[in-house]
């Protein structure tokens, strides 16, 4: 959700952000993005990763193919991708893109889209499946 400053009123607030909105201004916006904030001082998912929000915010937008935002609802990012990795393989994993899919009408939250790379691992055997009187044993 996008927090503008608590000094605003609410009305203040609406415009500050639809003009940060129709600027295209995504780093003013990911400043006042709670989840990002929030995740920065490891308040919430700790050690987990989302991707910067370089679009329109999705969500509370009227059924339609325009984005329109609901004009009660400040515009929020309230649909995301958040992922972790292990720490000695974060590099394994690279989100590539992450967008809105602004198109889609079907409801008042626009969809999101992410891309990644993987890089796999070599094939490591854990362990070997018990045997019982030399007969495998199948869970199946």
């Not at 854990?126 to 007969?135: A, D, H, Q, R």
Request: glycine share 4%.
């Amino acid at each position: 959700r996008i927090e503008p400053p608590q000094s605003l009123s609410k009305a203040a607030a609406m415009k500050k952000v639809k003009a940060m909105i129709e600027k295209d201004d995504f780093d003013g916006l990911w400043e006042m993005d709670e989840l990002q904030r929030e995740m920065k001082a490891g308040r919430a998912y700790a050690n987990f990763n989302t991707a910067r929000t370089n679009f329109k915010p999705t969500f509370k937008v009227e059924r339609s193919v325009a984005t329109n935002y609901n004009p009660k609802r400040i515009p929020s990012y309230c649909d995301r991708v958040i992922w972790k990795s292990l720490k000695h393989l974060q590099n394994n994993l690279q989100c590539h893109a992450f967008n809105g899919c602004h198109a889609f009408a079907t409801s008042d939250h626009k969809p999101i889209i992410a891309r990644f790379a993987i890089t796999p691992t070599p094939k490591v055997n854990i362990c070997e499946w018990p045997s019982f009187n030399g007969k495998g044993f199948d869970f199946f």
